[in-house]
């Protein structure tokens, strides 16, 4: 590391502007040096590559609505009429991808993004082929349901890893300004993921029939199975591609600045950036009298650093109440997956169901046996392969992808003008009216001409999912926790998602998709109209333990002008319109010193707060004079405010959203103030 300065030359260098280094807090000058202009075409490489990785995850989640008839029809198995081979299939896939969460997660915070950052990406590889590959054997002397449970296993392991390392490896490397679009536009590829794994997986069937010869009404399982199953190892293998192309550019990627001054490698994050910087500007530390070397400990067991690392971690969350900001994460992502994956997780049964038009008495136990477990519509007990996966994706797109992409999109662009947390509460509201309005109404458009309704409020139900909790419980573990357990916090909350996940398809499988179509409409209703809680539930646990990770509309992020100002191009700059009305991003370090920021966060605490309101609302000439005593207060909700008097600085409290504005909430220290400084020198 010492070479890169050594090459820079004192005689050629002009200082363009000087950033403070508080030795306390290094993370902020780092973020600060991560600010500055000539980064943004980086960060988006960074994007790129994260999101090619997530881009797989989706994909091969998804696929498995797309291969499990095959499956079923390939390689026919039943047992009392529930689909065995695709829940097997499921369940392992979700169970590796909570266990690869959860260690990925805390290995990324010991030893560090980039060490294990790709290797997520080679495990896919390798269980993706080993999936394609996966055979029954001479005469059926192996079970190949066993074989593919365990390489999805594997490849969940690889999937979950994906989750934590993408998101805060995209929030450490954006600035403080693009952070929020930047982690949407990675979980875009969600939905992309999904689409794609529909679109292809038609794609794929169209082009390897014609190519084998297979009519689209053959009966005969001699002709259609051996074309059926290229067409569900294709479908499974392409996932393979887009992984290898992102684990060859994760090399490229340096180690995250922030955890290289979390770990005190202060010079090294420096040097991380000024890698990647413009040819014409470099990076160094100036003013380095003082500047603590990296402590050296010694040696340690695995046991007893992972030991010391959970005590440091209890300290952490007991601190200003962060555990709140934890168990709120893991709790909305628990509670936002049950009815997300319920509704659309292994769901050619509850595709092909909610399509029905007219009474059918066909048994969905009957259904499920006879060795014709693929064919999972009522309404159509004599459809071929080919027409039922035909159908499959093609309803997908229309009812799942055709309301999740929109809302991804609406919320990436709309991320910087929406308080997240505030808004995360309110979507929680709207799903469960939403939920309420389905499940009462399913009962009457069950089997009916009028089930469009039931299609169109199933749409509705994807785009606010993407539209609001369903992006935001994956933006915020990356913002809200310190980067020393910002992967292993991470890790928890979406896990703590894929639990949810593991919840409602076994409530489905066991509960929901069993008798006749008569009893399937009054359980499929009960499980609607129990989302309605769950998602009320989600809205109050926002509410109350999870903070704002922004700052009100109209608050001066910006340092007070300096002797440097001009050569930035920061004096005499406009503010627009458009600028007013976005909440800028708290930065990282902020948030992990100061999670609340004197936001009220817990349950009695805003249970008192509304009491407090209430009595506050007194004569008009008592309002005015608070009001005239804040004048220079601004705040960009137009909704009743609280005053408090804490440390005695007067503090304004947003009673509707827990946004709040102190007299002084952001200070910039002046330059000769002692401290050390991080300098842009151009040659």
């Not at 992409?405 to 003008?417: C, N």
Request: glycine content about 8%; charged content about 15%.
């Amino acid at each position: 590391m010492g070479g890169y300065f050594s090459s820079l030359n004192a005689g050629a260098r002009r200082v363009v502007d000087e950033i403070e280094y508080d030795p306390q807090n290094p993370e902020r000058a780092v973020q600060s040096v991560i600010d500055q202009p000539g980064l943004d075409g980086f960060q988006w490489k960074v994007w790129l590559v994260a999101a090619s990785g997530f881009f797989t995850t989706s994909y091969s989640i998804f696929a498995v609505n797309v291969i499990s008839p095959s499956l079923s029809y390939v390689y026919p198995e039943c047992s009392r009429g529930w689909t065995i081979n695709s829940l097997a299939i499921n369940l392992t896939t979700l169970t590796g991808t909570m266990i690869g969460m959860l260690i990925f997660g805390h290995l990324a915070d010991r030893y560090g993004r980039k060490a294990v950052y790709g290797l997520e990406l080679s495990i896919i590889v390798v269980a993706t082929v080993g999936m394609t590959t996966a055979s029954s054997g001479h005469m059926n002397s192996m079970n190949i349901y066993g074989w593919i449970s365990f390489w999805r296993a594997m490849l969940g392991i690889g999937l979950g890893a994906e989750y934590p390392l993408s998101a805060i490896i995209v929030a450490e490397w954006s600035s403080t300004k693009s952070r929020g679009k930047m982690i949407a536009a990675v979980f875009l590829m969600q939905s992309l993921g999904q689409l794609a794994a529909y679109a292809l997986g038609l794609a794929i069937l169209d082009g390897i029939s014609n190519n084998f010869g297979l009519s689209h009404a053959e009966t005969s399982y001699d002709i259609a199975s051996p074309v059926i199953d290229i067409v569900w190892r294709t479908t499974i293998g392409i996932g393979a591609l887009p992984a290898l192309i992102s684990l060859f550019l994760r090399r490229i990627i340096p180690e995250t600045p922030h955890y290289l001054a979390e770990k005190e490698k202060v010079e090294d994050a420096v040097e991380a950036v000024g890698l990647i910087y413009p040819v014409d500007a470099t990076l160094q530390l100036t003013d380095q009298i003082g500047l603590a070397p990296p402590k050296r400990s010694l040696e340690k067991g695995w046991w007893s650093s992972t030991a010391e690392y959970i005590d440091g971690m209890k300290e952490y969350l007991a601190e200003k109440g962060r555990w709140r900001a934890l168990l709120g994460v893991m709790a909305t992502w628990w509670i936002l997956d049950l009815a997300y994956y319920g509704l659309g997780l292994d769901n050619p049964r509850t595709i092909s169901t909610i399509w029905l038009s007219e009474p059918h008495d066909t048994s969905l136990d009957e259904v499920g046996c006879n060795n014709a477990t693929w064919s999972a519509d009522p309404a159509q007990p004599n459809i071929t392969i080919y027409e039922m996966l035909r159908q499959d994706s093609v309803r997908n797109i229309m009812t799942i992808s055709s309301g999740a992409l929109p809302g991804s999109i609406i919320i990436l662009l709309a991320i910087d003008y929406l308080p997240r947390t505030t808004w995360m509460g309110w979507m929680f509201v709207a799903l469960a009216g939403l939920f309420a309005i389905n499940g009462g109404t399913f009962f009457v458009t069950f089997e009916t001409e009028q089930h469009a309704l039931t299609v169109t409020l199933y749409v509705l139900a994807q785009v606010i999912f993407n539209l609001g909790p369903n992006t935001i419980t994956f933006m915020l573990p990356a913002e809200l926790f310190a980067t020393k357990y910002r992967g292993t916090f991470y890790g928890l909350a979406a896990a703590s998602g894929k639990l949810g996940a593991i919840t409602i398809l076994l409530i489905t499988n066991f509960a929901v998709n069993t008798g006749r179509p008569s009893e399937y409409s009054h359980r499929f209703a009960g499980m609607l109209l129990g989302f309605c809680p769950a998602m009320l539930l989600g809205a109050v646990i926002t509410w109350v333990w999870i903070p704002e990770v922004q700052y009100p509309r109209g608050h001066d992020t910006k340092p007070p002008s300096n002797d440097n100002a001009s050569d930035n191009g920061l004096v005499g700059e406009r503010v627009t319109f458009r600028q007013k009305l976005k909440l800028p991003n708290r930065p990282l370090a902020d948030i992990a010193q100061n999670p609340g920021d004197g936001q009220i966060l817990g349950m009695r605490r805003n249970i008192a707060r509304l009491f407090r309101a209430k009595q506050i609302r007194g004569p008009p000439t008592e309002r005015r004079h608070s009001i005239d005593e804040t004048s220079r207060i601004s705040n960009s909700f137009d909704q009743n405010m609280i005053y408090r008097d804490q440390d005695s600085r007067l503090e304004e409290a947003d009673v509707s959203d827990g946004l709040q504005m102190r007299d002084i909430h952001h200070s910039w220290p002046m330059s000769g103030q002692g401290g050390h400084t991080i300098s842009e020198v151009e040659h």
